[in-house]
C-alpha cells in the first residue's frame, strides 16, 4: 500500500523539531557553559526565543 505524505504537515514537524532542537541546544549550553558571559548570552537568547523578557 502506497503512503502518501502532506508537505505541509512535514514542513511544520520539520520546523518544529528545528525549533525544539534549537531551544534544547541553548537551555544546555545556558547550564553548562563554563564562562557566566556565556551562560548569560544562552539565557537571553532563550528568553527571546520564547517570547518573554530577557
Known sequence: M???YDPAALALAT???GYLLTLT???FTAITAPN???RREA???LALLLN???
Do not use: D, F, N
Open 2 to 4: 502506497p503512503t502518501t
Open 15 to 17: 520546523s518544529a523539531t
Open 25 to 27: 541546544a541553548l537551555t
Open 36 to 38: 557566566p558571559a556565556r
Open 43 to 45: 539565557r537571553t537568547l
Open 52 to 54: 518573554r523578557r530577557p
